[in-house]
């Protein structure tokens, strides 16, 4: 997507052929840096500490983080040892298990001594395919916006949740891809950006990257999605997903079910962007089968921000002692989904629509039960 006219990606690979470039995202929206990763531990600390974020991004961070460590050494050990690194830092978002597991699969019939220049091409390539995914759910979900635009004079009003857009991915972004297709289609758009306490991945983060490609929208605070659906103020609602089940259950950063509790009283249609690797095909229900991130306290009693002096300033905004909970993640049952925006049509969030769209992904009874 651009930037300031320039064309940017969220992952790249530095000129020295082997480190990893990526947008510092704990830096925005107040200064877009670029940080270097040079070995695993780098990566294992961008994605645990958000500097990248996003499950598309994460799983592509740990597939160049895997690369970054077969430059080291490329044993068997020193690929499960990369892997177990990476696995750790975050749990929700199944896409990191995903990417670990492709990984394993291109690596271990190798021959050790081919196992570097194999991991980066197999990471670049996962690069490019998150791209291609992205871009596949662009044009289905444009279908989506364009017909709610028939409907309606004026802009097509569109309430998304978190950062589901480029900075999640490597370009283009999931939920954000119908709404970037609509936007070059001439297609008339507004986004409602829920702002996404605690981290304001809404308010930093999409707000941030919609306004440099010049897509008109509103920052909202959290809990006026309601609000705007009983007046008719939405249209649609497109969220993103960290990990949607075999079943269609959404898992999804924390408050997008309470979209989507809203979206359903007031009638109006709550579709996911679900790229494939967003789907754990070894799970049903998704909540009793997804672990959700806990994180630390300090995200819910602090916040940053730029003051009136132009400085980055830290403030605490609960009385100091009281205790504090901070789930980062929630599920949205599959009956309160419109639809899948997936990168092989929009489907209905059922089990039969899932396997019949992705029949290779379908797994056996018996290996459901192994991963359980
Ligand atoms: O905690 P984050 O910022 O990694 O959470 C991100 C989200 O919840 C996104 O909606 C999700 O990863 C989909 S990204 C295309």
């Known amino acids: 997507m651009r930037v300031d006219g320039k064309q940017q990606r969220t992952i790249w690979l530095a000129e020295d052929g082997a480190s990893v470039c990526v947008i510092d995202q704990v830096r925005l929206p107040h200064a877009f840096e670029i940080l270097t990763l040079r070995n695993l531990d780098d990566a294992a600390r961008a994605i645990r500490d958000m500097h990248v974020r996003g499950a598309p991004l994460i799983g592509v961070t740990a597939a160049y983080g895997v690369a970054l460590a077969m430059a080291v050494g490329a044993s068997n050990a020193d690929l499960a040892q990369a892997c177990s690194t990476l696995i750790a830092t975050r749990p929700t978002a199944v896409n990191l298990a995903w ?22 091409q197999r990471a670049a390539a996962m690069a490019e395919e998150d791209v291609a995914l992205c871009q596949a759910m662009g044009h289905f979900g444009l279908d989506l916006i364009r017909a709610a635009a028939g409907r309606k004079a004026g802009p097509v009003n569109i309430l998304t949740h978190c950062n589901a857009g480029w900075l999640a991915c490597v370009d283009w972004g999931t939920a ?51 609000h705007l659906m009983q007046h008719g103020m939405v249209d649609m609602v497109i969220v993103g997903t960290d990990r949607t089940t075999a079943s269609g259950d959404v898992c999804n950063k924390i408050g997008t079910y309470l979209k989507a509790l809203a979206a359903k009283a007031n009638g109006v249609p709550f579709y996911v962007a679900a790229p494939s690797p967003s789907i754990d095909f070894a799970i049903d229900d998704g909540c009793a089968d997804i672990p959700i991130e806990q994180r630390g306290a300090e995200e819910v009693t602090h916040m940053s921000g730029l003051t009136d002096a132009g400085t980055i300033a830290r403030i605490q905004v609960t009385p100091p002692g009281s205790p504090v909970m901070n789930f980062a993640f929630d599920v949205t049952p599959a009956d309160l989904v419109t639809g899948l925006i997936t990168e092989r049509g929009v489907l209905a969030a059922t089990k039969p629509a899932l396997a019949a769209a992705f029949p290779e992904r379908v797994m056996p009874e018996a290996r459901v039960a192994a991963r359980a």
Request: hydrophobic content about 40%; aromatic content about 6%; glycine content about 10%.
């Open 176 to 226: 954000t891809a119908p709404i970037y297709a609509a936007h070059e289609a001439g297609i008339p758009v507004h986004v409602y950006v829920d702002e996404t306490r605690p981290r304001n991945q809404g308010a930093a983060l999409t707000a941030w990257e919609l306004g440099r490609h010049g897509v008109p929208h509103t920052v909202v605070v959290d809990n006026v999605g309601g």
């Open 99 to 120: 990417a670990l597991g492709d990984m394993r699969h291109h690596l271990l019939p190798l021959d050790p001594a081919r196992r570097k220049a194999a991991a980066y």
